[in-house]
């Protein structure tokens, strides 16, 4: 029987170490649509003397996926960047991001039903995040993920929706220039920027899934589209 997408839900909790099963807890925001793709890749054997296959072999387990939320607050940002701060300001919170090595965490892709369904995905790091906004929009954020390992859960969790506002377009606005002197560029019709972490799949003998997930260099593509200006 098919379920409805409002008994599923998506929770994350920040790992100890790569791989290490942590207790998923946290929202990423408003989820709208979340493809998690595990592939057992295998190979058929041939041998003289027949054209059918006589073995077949398992291979590497792989698993990577997207996630697309409307964006409320930047839990997932930490770990496309690297490390974040927090600085309350007068009416306000200042987030600061570093870039360094990738946290990463364990993620329940779950349905909360009579029978529960849960994939309790290891090992998660992102691959890469886009923020973007247009007129008429609201923030969105997507990410590509790839984990280490999953494994079924029989009880699922309480599902955890945020109740932060949405950022819609009237509310965003575009600045350039070096940290602390940005001017405001007027008449922006939507802007999008990616950061790539360009990660490497480790493979090793005596095991069919990576055996590490590091980052190679970052990669930051940022473009934005406005309304052209004569000031002639």
């Known amino acids: 029987m098919a379920e409805s997408s409002f008994k599923g839900y998506v929770l994350i909790g920040k790992e100890s170490t790569w791989g290490t099963e942590a207790t998923p807890s946290k929202d990423i925001g408003l989820v709208q649509n979340i493809n998690m793709r595990e592939t057992h890749d295998s190979e058929v054997h041939y041998a003289v003397g027949s054209r059918t296959g006589q073995k077949t072999v398992p291979k590497m387990f792989t698993i990577d996926g997207s996630v697309e939320v409307k964006f409320q607050h930047g839990r997932l940002l930490e770990y496309a960047i ?55 929009g609201v923030l969105m954020m997507s990410a590509d993920l790839i984990a280490k390992t999953v494994k079924p859960e029989t009880t699922a969790l309480s599902g955890v929706i945020s109740t932060l506002p949405l950022l819609p377009h009237y509310q965003g606005h575009l600045f350039v220039g070096t940290a602390g002197g940005e001017s405001e560029i007027g008449q922006v019709e939507s802007w999008e920027v990616t950061f790539n972490n360009n990660l490497q799949r480790i493979e090793g003998l005596n095991s069919r899934l990576i055996q590490d997930l590091p980052e190679k260099n970052a990669e930051y593509p940022f473009r934005f589209t406005m309304k052209f200006q004569d000031h002639n």
């Open 82 to 136: 690297g490390s974040v701060s927090h600085a309350q300001t007068t009416s306000d919170w200042k987030h600061t991001f570093t870039v360094g090595t990738l946290p990463s965490f364990t993620m329940d892709d779950g349905i909360n039903s009579t029978s529960d369904y849960v994939r309790r995905f290891l090992g998660c790091k992102v691959n890469s995040l886009t923020l973007s906004l247009g007129v008429g």
